[in-house]
Nanobody, 115 residues
Framework: QVQLVESGGGVVQSGGSLRLSCAASGNVFKVNAMAWYRQAPGKQRELVATATSSGSGNYVDSVKGRFTISRDNAKNTVYLQMNSLKPEDTATYYC?????????WGQGTQVTVSS
């Protein structure tokens, strides 16, 4: 059994910053790829950023230069630093981790950016 628990969401004004965290626990020795997705009301879930086990990151074009994904492998934790937030970043953010070839998801954390 593997659990992913996100934290760090909240309400912030446009131009502000938030840092999301996601920790994997349970029957996990090593998490391979980890990623952040988001889903806004009425829209499909979209991939925001991914981080391989070596730490290299990839981003959707809309967040490049503003968001940074990082991970602490010793803690099986992935972070998403979000700067220069925009109202269109408002969504529920989900963490995903691949453990032994299986995708696991967190419960989501709400990010609301007011204009």
């Amino acid at each position: 059994q593997v659990q992913l628990v996100e934290s760090g969401g909240g309400v912030v004004q446009s131009g502000g910053s938030l840092r999301l965290s996601c920790a994997a626990s349970g029957n996990v020795f090593k998490v391979n790829a980890m990623a952040w997705y988001r889903q806004a009301p009425g829209k499909q879930r979209e991939l925001v950023a991914t981080a391989t086990s070596s730490g290299s990151g990839n981003y959707v074009d809309s967040v490049k230069g503003r968001f940074t994904i990082s991970r602490d492998n010793a803690k099986n934790t992935v972070y998403l630093q979000m700067n220069s937030l925009k109202p269109e970043d408002t969504a529920t953010y989900y963490c995903m981790g691949v453990v032994y070839g299986v995708d696991y998801w967190g419960q989501g954390t709400q990010v609301t950016v007011s204009s």
